[in-house]
């Protein structure tokens, strides 16, 4: 079993920066790909970013590519979300989620994960 914890989120301007956190609990973290996700008011929840075990392979939406960027720590449990240039269309709830590493699923997929966080909200301002 694994538990997710976001920080983080919160209200800033366009253009600016945030960066998530998302905190794991269980031994077996470092084997996991972990995910961003994030949904919108009156929207389907939607990918966002991801990345695998190793760090070496991830994954972004078009929307965010080239101003996110995922990465993990796997000695403190912890994947990070790097948001920089921010639009107002970023504003959302961000939930990061997590799959064994064990499993070949496809990383953008909401269905691959099987455990998920409780979100952190991120506001940009126009």
């Known amino acids: 079993q694994v538990q997710l914890v976001e920080s983080g989120g919160g209200l800033v301007q366009a253009g600016g920066s945030l960066r998530l956190s998302c905190a794991a609990s269980g031994r077996t973290f470092n084997s996991y790909t972990m995910g961003w996700f994030r949904q919108a008011p009156g929207k389907e929840r939607e990918f966002v970013a991801a990345i695998r075990w190793s760090g070496d392979n991830t994954n972004y939406a078009d929307s965010v590519k080239g101003r996110f960027i995922i990465s993990r720590d796997n000695a403190k449990n912890t994947v990070y979300l790097q948001m920089n240039s921010l639009k107002p269309e970023d504003t959302a709830v961000y939930t990061c989620?997590?799959?064994?590493?064990?499993?070949?699923?496809?990383?953008?997929?909401?269905?691959?994960?099987?455990?998920w966080g409780q979100g952190t909200q991120v506001t940009v301002s126009s």
């Open positions: 989620a997590g799959y064994s590493g064990i499993y070949y699923r496809p990383m953008t997929a909401l269905r691959s994960y099987d455990y």
